[in-house]
């Protein structure tokens, strides 16, 4: 089984920047697209972002032109590079498999992202 650990969260200022980093262990990841998701307190998880095997990304309405989703096949792991954070984006930010996939992978802990002034 696949284990995820997200990581690069923290507290940001509105206007702010974070990048956020999951790693994946095992053998099948450069076959798999990956996606972000996120979870605010009180609210459902959401998806955020998604990326191919071949690098073809697509994004949340609410984040398009702002966060960035990449992967490193050779380091097993994918990227959210996060711009113009709002307060709104706060959430903890998971990865795993696309909702296409109709199946997912043990849920990592998330990496807590706080924007506030």
């Known amino acids: 089984q696949v284990q995820l650990v997200e990581s690069g969260g923290g507290l940001v200022q509105p206007g702010g920047s974070l990048r956020l980093s999951c790693a994946a262990s095992g053998t099948i990841f450069s076959v798999k697209s990956m996606a972000w998701y996120r979870q605010a307190p009180g609210k459902q998880r959401e998806l955020v972002a998604t990326?191919?095997?071949?690098?073809?990304?697509n994004y949340a309405d609410s984040v398009k032109g702002r966060f960035t989703i990449s992967r490193d096949n050779a380091k097993k792991t994918v990227y959210l590079q996060m711009n113009m954070l709002k307060p709104e984006d706060t959430a903890v930010y998971y990865c795993?498999?696309?909702?296409?996939?109709?199946?997912?992978?043990?849920w990592g802990q998330g990496t807590q992202v706080t924007v506030s002034s």
């Open positions: 795993n498999l696309p909702p296409s996939y109709n199946v997912v992978w043990n």
């Open positions: 990326i191919t095997t071949i690098g073809s990304t």
